[in-house]
Structures are given as C-alpha cells and as structure tokens.
C-alpha cells in the first residue's frame, strides 16, 4: 500500500535568513571574550615586561656592582703581593658574600682558584672572561670612582719600592700633624690621611683657603723625600733616561709626583695620590722655598717665568709622559702580581643570579590584577545584564500566560536571537490569544448550531404532544429537515475532528477531476437555478488534465463544499463557473471555482478557512451556513496532499483554487487494490 506521506501538511513560509555573527548573540559574546582576553593579555604583557624590566635593571645594577667590588677587591690584592699564592681565603670570602661562583686563571687559561672546588662539578669557562686583573692596566669602568686611576691606568694602590717602612713614616706623620695643628690654629680645617706608599697628607675639608697661611703651616720636613723615595724614584728616571735616550732625548730629573721641568715649590702628588703636597728641592731651607714659591707666583701672575722652568715643547712632554709611564710599570712589575683572567657566574657556579619581586613589583601586579578583574567583572555585568533583561520580560510574559492573564506584547530589541525570540513569543502569544478566542466562539457556535434544530424538533414535538399541531405527512417531513441538518452538521464536527486527530481514511485511486466536476455540477444545477444562479462547467483547452490520485468521495464533498459556498454568496443573475486546469509546472492539477458575488472583504481574507467563519457576522444559517465548510475543505486538501487558495475582490467576487498532485504514468499504470486505504497524518 503506498502512503502519501510526502504530500500531507502544508507546505510554511520560508524561515527568516540566518543572522550574520556580527549581529548575533554568539558574536557579541565571542566579541566580549575577545575584548577581555585581549585587554588580559595586553595588560599582562605590560606587567611582565615592566616588571621584567625594572627587575632586571635592579639585577643588572646588582650584579655589575657585585662584579666591580670583586674586582676591586682582587686588583687591590694583586697590586699588593707579587703573586696569586694567597688568594684563596679572599676569592672564598667573596664568592661567599656575592653567592656567585669566582675563577682566576693564568693569561693563558691555566686554573689559579676556583671558589666552586670541591663543591660542584667542574663546568667548562665560557670564552669570554668577565674581566682581566692587572694592577699595571685598570679596567676603568669596573673601577669605582672612590679609587683613581691615572692615565696610566696603573692602579694606585701599586707603590712598589715607593713604601715607606715604619720609621720613616713615623717622622712624616710627626711632621705632618704638626702642620695640621697649626692650619687648625688659623681656622683652616684639615685632615691627615695616608697614602697607599705609607705617606701621610694634609686633605683640606674645603677648598676656598688662602693660601699663604697654609704655606706658612706646611712643614717642609714633612714634604721632603725620604731615602726609601729617593732610591726609588732615581731607578726610575734611569729606566725613563733609557727610554728617552733610545728616542734620541736628554734625560728628565723626576720629582716625587712624577713630573718634570716643573721649577722648585710646585704643587704635586705623592705617587697614587691626587693631594697637593710641597715638593721642594734638596738642600733649601722652609724661607727660600716659601720665597721661591711666592715669586713664581708673581711671575706666573705678571705673565714671565724663569728660564730654568720655561715650558718644553709638547712633543717632547709627550715623550717623557709615555716613557715615565712604560718605566712605572717595568718598574713595577716584580712587586705585583702577573696578570690573570676572571670569570664570574661562568657554566658550573655555585649559585645562579635571580632576582625577587621587590613590594613596588608585588603592588604593581597586584594593582593590574584587580584592574583586569574589575574590567573583566564589568564587561561581564553589563553584558550579562543586556542578554537577561529581555529574557527577565519573556519569562514574565510566559508566567502571566499561565496564570490566564493578557500579556502585553514584549519590547523587541535589534535583529538578533533575543530579538528573534522576542518577535516569535508575541507572534506565539498573538497566535493563542486568537486561538482561545477562536474556542470560545467555536463553543458558542456548536452550541447556537445544535440548539437551532434541536429547538425547532422539540418545539414541533410538543406542539403534537399538547394536540395543537397533527402529525401529518408535512408535520413528519419538516422534522426530518430538522433532523438531516442537525445529522449534517455532526457529520461535518466529525470529519473535521478526523482529520485534524489524523484519523481520517482515504480510498485512494484515479481520479478524473473533469469527470468528478460535471458530475458535483449536475447534483447541484437545480439549488443553483432556484437560487437564479447560472452555473457552468468550463472545458480545459487541449488535453484533458491528468488523473489525480484521490478518494473520490472526499474529493466530491470539497468540490461540493466550494461551489455550495460559491452558490450561496453569488446574488440572483450571477454566475459560478467550474474550470479544471494544469499548473504551470505540470505537476498539479487545479480546480478552481470562480464567482460574481459580493467576494470578501480584504481583512477577512486570512479567516475564510477557520471553523464557524462566516462573512456575515448574523448566525442565520440560511445566509451563513454552518462556518465548517471551508474548514474541512482545507483539511481534506491537506490529507490529499495538496493546498486550497482564495482570492477575493469585495464586490466582485471570489476565486478558490484546490490544488492535488498529478498522477505521473508510473502511477497511473500501477495496479490498486481495491481495499486500498490510506490513513490522513498531520
């Protein structure tokens, strides 16, 4: 048995288009969730790289302050000893203070001390030492400024055969203490300091004094060379004579402070110091030497010098600067320690540098944090809030439904799916109100329906039981009206009811709907001539229409419903015209059933086809019928799989097409049995 499954219900209207993501809930949501992961990623990219980067400039600090103490602390050793045999203790000591792992090697590469010996397996030193200790060439930028260097770079803490023994620094101290007393007597503050020859100095606090009290107060004995000073500094103009004499250059007498050509009363340095001191020449007394001084200054002043203290060209100033400088070190060299490479926190240390969050750091992620979640909270709230309000208005509007009460429509918002839900709640909404009004009229339909004829056989029985009426052949048929029609209206609740529960049977075969209409056209010709109607069937033009696979009955009793309806509203004069037809795609066959009557009014339209309809508002039924007609067609159209239309120009009248699907030659040559039934689904 072949089922018409695919032709029962009726075919909607097109859904709305898909939203595009812009527009959509689940846009705006990944939008937020991007926004906020962005604004997190951003502000934690932020926070790591200024915290990264104050913690590493703190470290850098740390660590560069830590490297230069170090080497600070092994040049002052090796401008001390003549070697590295010593040097464990203090490397030890410093790797302990710094936690950082310290290695000393030869120029070569070859391992003087290692701080991680013993503790930790031996790791290969990277190519590039940290530093080279050489007290003869100071690395000025691990240097701190506390320590000066000359532009020698020797290290000043490398005096050589320039310390003074015990003795004579006794009487130097002597000597100077007692100039610093009487400096102190006029008012000048000073301070006696020693240089790392073991020479003591006079350091002025301020440098705004007059300076001849302080000549006055200067001791010459305390400014005089003493004999350790005196043989060290004769090897060293031989060694800057030799140099110079290779040049082709006479040689240069030295003072204490190293310069030359200066004149007698000259303001020098000891040997690593920057403190002036008098330097005056051998065998002078304190007056000539203050008087020399003061003459020169007046020279100096007017513009002249003596011929013994003229300037020397430059070049030949640059050639004792440099060979003083090489006989310094070459002097040097057997009093301090050879040169040696340093490694620190090299592949292998004891303990690798890192740096902890200080509280400025800690705040500051804390203060993003909260930042972040603050904003996170409240993009969240405010987009929370704008997807539950409308949905808080629905679910109101869905309570108030329940209990029995109006809703009044809810607000729609934009096109979205909230917006959408909205739409299709009050369309819902609109849809049930028009359904419970649509019962409550129906109740009062069937009931108006069923009491006409029931009151009319009542009233006529009672009238024969009380002998006022007799029961005559009239009497019996006018009952019998009563009763057809009343059987007629059960008959249409129940199909009606049938078909909507699904429950209604088809026999289904080929049907001929130009045959089937010339015969619902002769079975209603003479209601159609009483009514003054004309009444005519119209030829398809060609070939008759192809066969429809129907249950012929149920088919007649559309057909019939249409045309009686058709009948009914079409005045006195007009005419209703039966006209089969094939679609334009040849897939249907259409019956339509055309009118002059009064037709419908526009806004009435949309209702022709629901139960008890009548386009008179009056429940008279010889004007309105029964409402049900129209209804079971549109059932029955929907059983066979096929659609019925209206259109209708009021005053003109009314056009209804019913619609079925042709039988294709396939069907139309296979065999049927003649028990073949089909059941009507929903």
């Not at 969730?33 to 915290?51: E, F, G, I, N």
Request: glycine share 10%; charged share 25%.
């Amino acid at each position: 048995m072949r089922r018409r499954d695919e032709r029962a219900g009726r075919t909607g209207p097109a859904g709305r288009t898909r939203l595009p993501l812009r527009k959509s809930l689940l846009g705006r949501l990944l939008t937020v969730s991007a926004l906020v992961a962005s604004c997190s990623v951003a502000a934690t990219a932020w926070l790591a790289v200024q915290t990264t980067s104050v913690a590493i400039r703190q470290e850098q600090g740390r660590n560069l302050s830590t490297d230069a103490r170090i080497y600070d602390t092994l040049l002052g050793y090796a401008a001390g000893h003549s070697d590295w045999a010593g040097v464990d203790g203090t490397v030890r000591d410093l790797a302990r203070e710094s936690g950082r792992r310290i290695v000393l090697t030869t120029e070569d590469r070859q391992p003087l001390l290692d701080s991680a010996a013993g503790t930790a397996p031996a790791a290969e030193l990277p190519t590039q030492a940290s530093a080279v200790v050489d007290p003869l060439s100071v690395d000025t930028v691990l240097v701190p400024d506390a320590v000066p260097v000359g532009t020698d770079r020797v290290d000043p803490r490398a005096v050589g055969p320039f310390l003074l023994p015990a003795k004579e620094r006794t009487v130097l101290r002597r000597a100077t203490a007692r100039s610093a007393e009487c400096l102190a007597g006029m008012g000048i503050a000073a301070d006696v300091v020693d240089s790392p020859s073991g020479r003591p100095w006079v350091r002025f606090v301020s440098d705004g004094t007059d300076r001849d009290r302080e000549l006055k107060c200067l001791s010459v004995d305390g400014a005089a060379t003493t004999a350790t000073e005196e043989k060290a500094l004769r090897a060293l103009e031989q060694l800057a004579d030799a140099c110079l004499k290779r040049q082709g250059r006479t040689g240069v007498k030295l003072n204490l402070d190293l310069s030359w050509d200066r004149g007698y009363g000259q303001e020098g340095t000891d040997v690593g110091s920057s403190a002036p001191v008098p330097v005056p020449e051998t065998g002078i007394t304190k007056e000539e030497a203050i008087e020399r001084r003061m003459a020169e200054d007046k020279a100096a002043a007017a513009g002249t010098t003596d011929g013994a203290a003229q300037a020397r060209g430059s070049g030949y100033d640059r050639a004792v600067a440099a060979c003083v400088g090489s006989a310094r070190r070459e002097q040097l060299t057997a009093y301090v320690a050879a040169p040696a490479l340093l490694f620190i926190d090299g592949p292998g240390a004891v303990s690798v540098p890192g740096f902890d969050l200080s509280p400025a750091n800690t705040a500051r992620i804390a203060g993003v944090t909260a930042l972040v979640l603050a904003l996170t909270v409240g993009a969240s709230v405010i987009a929370g809030t704008r997807l539950v309000r409308p949905l808080h208005a629905l679910t109101g509007a869905a309570q108030r439904m329940r209990d029995g009460l109006d809703s009044a429509p809810v607000p729609v918002g934009p096109d979205n799916e909230i917006g959408r839900l909205a739409l299709a709640f009050n369309d819902m909404a609109a849809h049930r109100t028009r359904l419970e009004e649509q019962r409550k009229v129906m109740v009062s339909d069937v009931a108006h329906e069923l009491r006409t004829p029931l009151s009319n056989i009542r009233g006529w029985l009672e009238a024969a039981h009380d002998g006022l009426a007799e029961p005559d052949p009239a009497f019996v048929s006018s009952l019998l009206d009563e009763a057809v029609q009343l059987q007629h209206l059960i008959n249409d609740l129940q199909d009606l009811g049938a078909a909507e529960a699904g429950a209604l049977r088809l026999h289904l075969e080929p049907v001929f709907v130009d045959d089937l209409l010339g015969q619902v056209a002769a079975a209603h010709q003479a209601p159609a001539e009483t009514a003054g109607v004309t009444l005519e069937v119209a030829t398809a033009p060609g070939s008759p229409p192809p066969p429809v696979e129907a249950d012929p009955v149920r088919l007649r009793q559309a057909v019939s419903n249409l045309l009686s309806n058709a009948v009914r509203h079409t005045p006195p004069g007009g005419r209703v015209t039966l006209r089969p037809y094939v679609t334009k795609g040849g897939d249907e066959v259409a019956v339509e059933v055309s009118d002059t009557g009064s037709g419908i009014p526009a806004g009435d339209v949309p209702h022709v086809f629901d139960r008890f309809w009548r386009a008179e508002k009056s429940r008279n039924r010889s004007t309105g019928g029964s409402g049900l007609g129209l209804a079971i067609v549109l059932k029955l159209a929907e059983a066979h799989g096929g659609t019925v239309s209206v259109t209708s120009t009021e005053g003109q009248g009314s056009v209804f097409t019913l619609r079925l699907p042709a039988m294709t030659d396939e069907d139309t040559e296979r065999p049927k049995a003649d028990d073949e039934e089909t059941a009507v689904r929903p």
